[in-house]
């Protein structure tokens, strides 16, 4: 519930509705082709702006999409991607599964040395998780690997 907002009372005061409580987590499969990518881009922002105190829409909907193609990208077959969203009491974390045991190139935070040519047409989105997010890695999981990252909510 809103801050300050009060649910609809009947004449005897109790309340006649409450707004639902909003889930701590999505899971959505999604294809393995380029369609993945703004249908991510809508869930993270739709879940995030229906939330008070959630982290940076733009820079989650960023990151998220550079997750996905990734995935679609360096993965191979059929198999759908999976997108986890979960709320944390201090922001967020957004997971893309994927088939593909290989782990993604380096995600851990490095020197002005690492960074990609500029030339190039690829290289930039695992910069981006690394300087836009609170932190990311991978895992292994049953059917492949998850790819995440978090963000935290905007302090007032």
């Not at 991607?81 to 893309?96: A, F």
């Not at 040519?117 to 932190?135: A, K, N, Y």
């Amino acid at each position: 519930m809103k801050a300050g907002r009060q649910p609809a009372c009947s004449s005897n005061g109790t309340a006649l509705h409450e707004p639902p409580i909003p889930p701590a987590s999505w899971r959505i499969s999604l294809p393995r082709t380029p369609a993945a990518v703004p249908m991510a881009r809508a869930l993270i922002r739709t879940v995030l702006q229906e939330i008070e105190e959630s982290a940076d829409c733009d820079t989650a909907e960023l990151l998220t999409a550079e997750l996905v193609a990734n995935a679609v990208e360096h993965t191979n077959g059929d198999a759908p991607i999976e997108l986890v969203v979960e709320l944390l009491p201090s922001g967020c974390q957004v997971e893309v599964h994927d088939s593909d045991p290989k782990p993604p190139g380096d995600l851990g935070r490095t020197g002005p040395d690492d960074q990609p040519d500029p030339w190039q047409e690829h290289g930039r989105g695992l910069l981006l998780i690394r300087t836009l997010s609170q932190s990311c890695g991978h895992r292994a999981t049953e059917s492949g690997k998850a790819v995440w990252f978090t963000l935290s909510a905007p302090r007032h």
